[in-house]
Each structure stands twice: as C-alpha cells, then as structure tokens.
C-alpha cells in the first residue's frame, strides 16, 4: 500500500498554481494576491483633521479654561475636500469638518465640543497642545512601503487597503473552481423522498462546503447514478470550465465501481490504495493535462477525511499558498486508543483546553467511516503515525483543528 505522505507528494508534483489574471477590485475579492502592492503615496496622503471642530495655533488657546474661555474670529469653513485655500495668522481659526485638509499656519484642532460652535466668532473653553486631532500625512502608510505582500488572501480589509491606495486593478490568484459530483445509484437529492435502500446524497454538499473553506468556488455538479456512460460524460462535461474536480464513490473493490472503470487510463488517472484509515481507496490523476481530478472514496467520513489531507493542500497550491494541512497542535489524550498497524490512522475528535490552558483531546466513540453524526460533532482530527497501535490517556498525539 501507497503511504499517506507518498501520495501526497504525488499529488503537489503535478499541481500548479493557476496562472494569476489581472481583475478589477470589485472582482477580486477571496482571490490570493500574486504580486506585493506598494503604496504610491502617503496615507493619509495630508495633514487632516480628525474631529470636526476648529483649526487654531496651540499658543492661542494655550491659557483656554472654563472659566476664562478664548475668543478666535472665524475665517471661514473648510469642508473634507477642500483644497486648503486658508491660512490661519494668530487670532484667527477656521471651522473645520473630519477628513479636511489642515490649513497653513494651524497646529491643533479644537473639536466643536469644546466650544460654542460660533461661526463668525467662536468662544473656546479648553487649551489644546500642538498636533492635537491632526491627522498626519503618511501615519499610516508612508508611500514605497509595501502595503500587502504577495500570498495575501484578499478580504474585505485586504480589498480596502487596495482601494484606499488607489488600486483599481491587481494581480490575483483567482479562485479555483471546482466542480464536485457524487456517484451513486442509492443517491437521492435532500429535499426528495428516500424509498427503500437510498440514502440522501450528502458528499456533494459536504465537499462543495469544504472547497468555499480553503478558498475556492464549488459547484455541485450533482449526483449521478452508477452508469458508466452517465458518470463518464459529467466529467467530460465538467472538464472545461473547472479548475479540480472532485468526485465521491465508485472506487473501492465493489461490483459497481464505476468511476474507477470509466476513468482508467484516462490522462494520468491512478486508483491506489493509500495506508490511512478512513480514506483506503483513492484516485488521482491529470486529465486533459490540466485538470486534476481526486476520486474520493464514497463513505462521507472518507470523503471528508481525504478531502483535508489530500485535496486541500492541492486548492491551496492552485491559489499560490503552502499547500499547508489544517493547523497542527500537539494534546494529550482524555482517553485511552488503539490504532492498526501500518495504517494512517485519523481519528474524529474534540479539541479542548483544560483548566491549565493545556490541549486535551478527546476521541469520538463513533469511529466508523460511515458515521457522519461523529464528524459532525468534532471539531479536530487525531493523527496517529503508521507505527502506532496503542495509547494511555496522557499520551501526546498530533491533531489536526478542523476549520
Ligand atoms: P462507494 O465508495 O461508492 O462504495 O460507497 C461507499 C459507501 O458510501 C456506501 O455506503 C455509499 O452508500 C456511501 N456513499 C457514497 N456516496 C455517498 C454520498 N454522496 N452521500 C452519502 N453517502 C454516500
Ligand atoms: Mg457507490
């Protein structure tokens, strides 16, 4: 049997990145930024108020109180977008609005709160220091400095640093898209009646799921029966629109097995048996020489299990990422395990921290592959290396946090 870290490697060997595209801002937005973005200017890009209020020399209202207010003339307004045509000699101040360019001379903003919010004159009852409420040029962002490096993840607050250095366009890493399909004559659509000896399809959604997870856009390509012709022409179907595909079922040692029928020696399609519980048999392979495609076993755990370990290192490689697995901690066990010997053995489990602040983990009972309640209700993978068979409770294991 094919170790879990051979077909692995296997795997990233032939996936490569998707060749990143310019898009528009608006478009962007989940993509992997495949270039550093620098700031063209200072942000803010001048001296600004932070309050609306009044623009005034320190020294004027240095002795401002309570009890013996300071009187300035008002020369006028100064709105956010203005282009400072005001400049303030001492005696004089300007009523000035959040965001507003500091006119010359001025050294510190009065907020509106402090005062009688004259407008001809204005009577101001607290000092303020110089720099007060001033915004300065380049606080933020002093222009040549790299805002976002490449590999960043682009959010929202990712995609308004962008914005506010003036980027309409960048360079990303789109979102890979990915097409998922579920095979099998048993398979009923949620929301449809079960008759005797079927079962609601629920890997097209759980995969579409954890493919929006690692970044990418799923679609469901549906569920198809076990027909050869039927599954073989969804695939094609799904071939030139879809950056990965994923399909479940048909790839065991069953009679009706049939996306391992229909896709061998198709492109470089390879169905193997991989040393890890759950997950045994897997397919992998380029077809068309670009598009990989994962044949995940059928039984939803599996399908799910794989899909961590297998397809999304691969989703994240697509996008320009470390093809990273989920963060990894090291717990002890709540309880006591045995494990086969020779298999990857990933067990469905709760991650907690214990009164000291130290991971404890604890193992589901429901272990079957087929036990979706289990993964349902865990929230971490344990990870128990091929030479492992046995462990106390206290004993340290790898665990993998599910997102
Ligand atoms: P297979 O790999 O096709 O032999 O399927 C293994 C087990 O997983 C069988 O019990 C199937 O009924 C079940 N199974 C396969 N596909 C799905 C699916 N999409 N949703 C839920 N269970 C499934
Ligand atoms: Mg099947």
Redesign the pocket.
């Known amino acids: 049997m094919k170790r879990v870290d051979e077909h692995l490697a296997d795997i990233l060997g032939s996936v490569r990145e998707l060749p990143p595209l310019e898009l528009a801002l608006s478009e962007a937005s989940g993509g992997v930024l495949a270039e550093p973005v620098t700031a063209p200017v200072d942000l803010p890009p001048f001296d600004n108020s932070a309050m609306d209020g009044y623009a005034v020399l320190a020294a004027d209202v240095a002795a401002a109180s309570e009890t013996s207010p300071v009187s300035l003339s008002v020369v006028g307004d100064i709105a956010a977008g203005d282009q400072g045509a005001y400049g303030i000699a001492p005696g004089l101040c300007a009523r000035i609005m959040t965001g507003a360019p500091l006119p010359g001379g001025a050294d510190a903003i009065v907020p509106v709160e402090w005062t009688d919010g004259g407008t001809a004159k204005v009577t101001i009852r607290r000092a303020a220091t110089p720099g007060h409420y001033i915004r300065r040029a380049g606080e933020d962002v002093t222009a040549g400095q790299t805002v976002l490096p490449a590999g960043t993840r682009l959010g929202a607050a990712q995609i308004g640093m962008l914005a506010a250095v003036g980027r309409a366009r960048v360079l990303v890493h789109p979102r890979p898209r990915v097409a998922v399909l579920?095979?099998?004559s048993?398979?009923v659509e949620p929301g449809r009646p079960v008759g005797p000896g079927q079962?609601w399809?629920?890997?097209?959604f759980a995969l579409t799921a954890a493919v929006t997870e690692v970044g990418g856009v799923g679609f469901r390509a549906g569920?198809v029966g076990d027909d050869p012709r039927e599954v073989l022409a969804t695939i094609e179907e799904q071939l030139a629109s879809a950056d990965l595909i994923i399909t479940?079922?048909?790839?065991?040692m069953?009679a009706y097995?049939v996306v391992k029928e229909v896709l061998s020696g198709l492109g470089t399609m390879r169905f193997e048996k991989v040393a890890m519980r759950p997950g045994k048999p897997q397919g992998f392979g380029l077809l068309d020489d670009r598009v990989p495609v994962f044949t995940l076993?059928?039984?939803?755990v599996s399908a799910y299990v794989s899909f961590q370990v297998f397809v999304r290192p691969a989703l994240r490689a697509l996008q320009g990422l470390p093809p990273a697995p989920p963060r990894t901690v090291r717990a002890y066990l709540a309880a006591p395990i045995t494990s086969p010997e020779g298999l990857r053995h990933y067990l469905r489990a709760e991650l907690s921290t214990d009164a000291d602040g130290d991971y404890r983990v604890f193992p589901a009972e429901a272990q079957g592959s087929?036990q979706v309640f289990a993964l349902a209700s865990s929230n971490a993978l344990i990870v128990l290396p091929e030479d492992v068979t046995e462990l106390q409770a206290g004993d340290t294991v790898d665990v993998l946090e599910l997102p």
């Open positions: 579920s095979t099998g048993e398979l079962i399809d629920s890997n097209s569920s479940s079922g048909g790839v065991s069953g097995d076993p059928g039984n939803p087929h």
